[in-house]
């Protein structure tokens, strides 16, 4: 295929394309005097054609990479020499165009020629349904195995940047020894640092959106104490039900004075009070009032099985 275009949102395919052609097309003494690769910012397209029209020097090929497109400052006429490349490209060269953070306009007549007579790949983002199977897929990569924990930890960790996933499965493959290539949440912890997010903070901020998802996962792998967590939660829904019964919800300052807190936290509250009635967070600081109690030994024959009271307590605000 004398061109290949390779396009969109997800840079981690277009790099994983792009290193699959550098290492099958030429060998790598063939690639000292065959391969190019000039970036966007500092490329010329007539300069590129031009050598795109030489003869391969000992090799069955020429490649040229023509990196990061999308910052090419280059006029319509540019892009018309191309498409006058293409009628008739060199058989023995082969044209290689990354673009990156989005799509070439269809419209353009270089990018059908290019579809027909090579390949034309755009790569989509990835939404957190299709994240999983793809971390799975990228673990076997490296030889290794990850718990389902572990994955939703990773999505919610590092989101969907893939080539920051694939780069910390390296970590892996090399702190994991043999016998011992499974990724767990000890090993997620050493690597990702996922105890540092794991925070009572992060615990009350997932609480007050009404994130059930993210609530399980930090109280299932915060190492907070229960004492510390209660005071605090406490204290966001007390100050929650100020903002319901303020009589002047625009006056901020007012506001923040009342509920003794900064006055950019106000819109967090503003925030909650459309997730929590004035009646769901009056319940809301009871539960809490009784967890404190039952965590203390009153009122509660196991008062050891703090996780599990947490659990109880923050399922009943959130439902």
Not at 251 to 273: D, G, I
């Amino acid at each position: 295929m004398p061109i290949y275009v390779l396009m969109g949102d997800e840079p981690y395919y277009i790099d994983s394309i792009t290193e699959l052609l550098s290492a099958s097309i030429l060998t790598d003494d063939e690639k000292i005097m065959n391969e190019s690769i000039i970036y966007g910012k500092e490329a010329n397209l007539k300069d590129i054609l031009s050598n795109a029209r030489l003869m391969p020097m000992m090799a069955p090929y020429r490649v040229i990479y023509l990196k990061e497109a999308q910052l090419m400052r280059s006029k319509e006429s540019d892009w018309e020499m191309l498409e006058k490349y293409l009628e008739s490209p060199t058989s023995t060269t082969i044209l290689v165009i990354t673009y990156k953070g989005g799509k070439i306009d269809a419209r353009k007549k270089w990018l059908k020629q290019a579809d027909k007579l090579g390949a034309v790949f755009t790569s989509v983002a990835l939404n957190d349904r299709e994240l999983a199977p793809v971390i799975e897929k990228m673990a076997d990569k490296h030889g290794l195995d990850i718990d389902d924990t572990s994955k939703t930890l990773m999505i919610e960790y590092v989101g969907s940047d893939l080539t920051r996933i694939d780069t910390i499965m390296h970590q892996f493959d090399l702190l994991l020894p043999k016998g011992q290539r499974k990724i767990t949440v000890d090993a997620m912890e050493k690597v990702v640092g996922i105890s540092k997010k794991y925070n009572v903070y992060e615990l009350s901020n997932a609480i007050m959106d009404k994130d059930i998802r993210k609530t399980t996962l930090i109280i299932t792998h915060s190492n907070e104490d229960i004492a510390h967590i209660v005071p605090i939660l406490y204290n966001q829904f007390s100050n929650l039900l100020i903002y319901h019964y303020a009589p002047d919800k625009n006056n901020e300052s007012a506001l923040a004075s009342a509920m003794k807190c900064n006055p950019k936290a106000v819109w967090s509250y503003r925030k909650a009070s459309q997730k929590y009635t004035p009646m769901q967070t009056f319940r809301a600081i009871g539960y809490l009032r009784s967890l404190d109690i039952k965590s203390k030994g009153v009122e509660c024959a196991d008062n050891t099985n703090t996780l599990g009271l947490l659990k109880e307590t923050l399922y009943r605000i959130m439902h």
